[in-house]
Nanobody
Framework: VQLQASGGGLVQSGDSLRLSCAASGRTISNYAVGWFRQAPGKEREFVAGLGRNGSGTRYADSVKGRFTISRDTTRNTVYLQMTSLKSEDTAVYYC?????????????????WGQGTQVTVSS
């Protein structure tokens, strides 16, 4: 499967934004999918994860209650809905996929990565 992330942009604090991770080549439902982000000078960190066939979700504490990960099987796309954005959410966001069962929170657990999409939140 190949992944294409999109939807980033420049928004103000408190705004909402929806990122998309479009899959091609395979059915995204057959993969666990995760969203990660990386700010300048920082390590890549887990944001949200979704298990295969909707088998569970996990969120980083910093985004719990504000971000929602979901999957649209008709569009073969996974979304990250982000609300109440803060300046500390500014980062390049990446989506990743893995064929195994589970909801994974470490970058090394994912085999397939899309390119990043920049999210900038101005305060």
């Amino acid at each position: 499967v190949q992944l294409q992330a999109s939807g980033g942009g420049l928004v103000q604090s408190g705004d909402s934004l929806r990122l998309s991770c479009a899959a091609s080549g395979r059915t995204i439902s057959n993969y666990a999918v995760g969203w990660f982000r990386q700010a300048p000078g920082k390590e890549r960190e887990f944001v949200a994860g979704l298990g295969r066939n909707g088998s569970g979700t996990r969120y980083a504490d910093s985004v719990k209650g504000r971000f929602t990960i979901s999957r649209d099987t008709t569009r073969n796309t996974v979304y990250l809905q982000m609300t109440s954005l803060k300046s500390e959410d500014t980062a390049v966001y990446y989506c990743a996929a893995d064929i195994h069962l589970g909801v994974f929170i470490y970058p090394g657990e994912y085999d397939i990565w899309g390119q990043g999409t920049q999210v900038t939140v101005s305060s």
